[in-house]
């Protein structure tokens, strides 16, 4: 990765909120990274990194690094993230992205009622609700929208690289914003496909060391 595309990453990471949301301002970006990197450049470069979310970007590494022990506390820094969260709807995107360690677990409420006549009624009950939109949008699904021509595409220019776990992987990453994959396309799913093989390591090679958040 260019230097140019880690002073980003430094930057992205340096300014984005405590719950690793950052509000897009490329003008910004590019004035203080002295860059000129556009939005679909950068969609290119970190798309395996980030979730967009249309006028902001989630930063799923950023904020496992902020919080290694998940997000089950009552402590003030953590309320004021899962409260972010909340916020912008990402309360399941960050279960499915970072696993059950930051699965948020609701107060239950309570609740009473008098009912009118000669007895009183009284009664308990418990909910919770994100407010996201759920997609039913498969694994099998995403498979169909890789055709055969693109397919052998993909193995001649990816040799020696798991493609059907690549799949598998793709499908994950944009699986974790359903928001994303209720309006996927089969051109965002091969677009996806193409830049995890670009990142993938090739069958048999030892794993990358495992890097901070504000690593490349």
């Known amino acids: 990765m260019s230097n140019d595309y880690r002073m980003i990453w430094l930057y992205l990471v340096d300014s984005c909120s405590i719950a690793g ?3 897009k301002d490329f003008r910004g970006l590019n004035f203080n990274c002295n860059t000129k ?5 950068f969609l290119e470069v970190f798309e395996t990194r980030l979730i967009d979310r249309g006028n902001y970007f989630f930063i799923p590494k950023f904020l496992r690094f902020q919080c290694p022990k998940g997000l089950n506390s009552n402590k003030p820094a953590i309320l004021s993230i899962i409260k972010e969260l909340e916020q912008n709807n990402l309360i399941l995107t960050v279960q499915q992205s970072l696993g059950n360690d930051f699965l948020i677990i609701k107060d ?8 009118k006549g000669e007895g009183k009624d009284t009664g308990t009950g418990t909910g919770t609700g994100t407010g996201i939109e759920h997609s039913n949008k498969t694994l099998d699904w995403f498979k169909n929208q890789i ?3 693109f ?3 993909m193995k001649m220019n990816h040799k020696g690289k798991d493609i059907d776990q690549a799949i598998k992987d793709s499908y994950a990453h944009m ?4 928001h994303r994959l209720a309006r996927a396309e089969p051109s965002d799913c091969k677009k996806l496909l193409n830049t995890w093989l670009s990142n993938a390591k090739p069958n048999g090679s030892e794993p990358p060391k495992r890097k901070l958040a504000f690593e490349i």
């Not at 990197?37 to 450049?41: D, F, V």
């Open 21 to 23: 949301i950052w509000k």
């Open 37 to 41: 990197i556009t939005e679909k450049e």
């Open 108 to 115: 239950k409420g309570k609740g009473t009622g008098q009912g």
């Open 147 to 149: 055709d055969s021509i």
């Open 151 to 153: 397919m052998e595409s």
């Open 175 to 178: 699986a974790a914003d359903p």
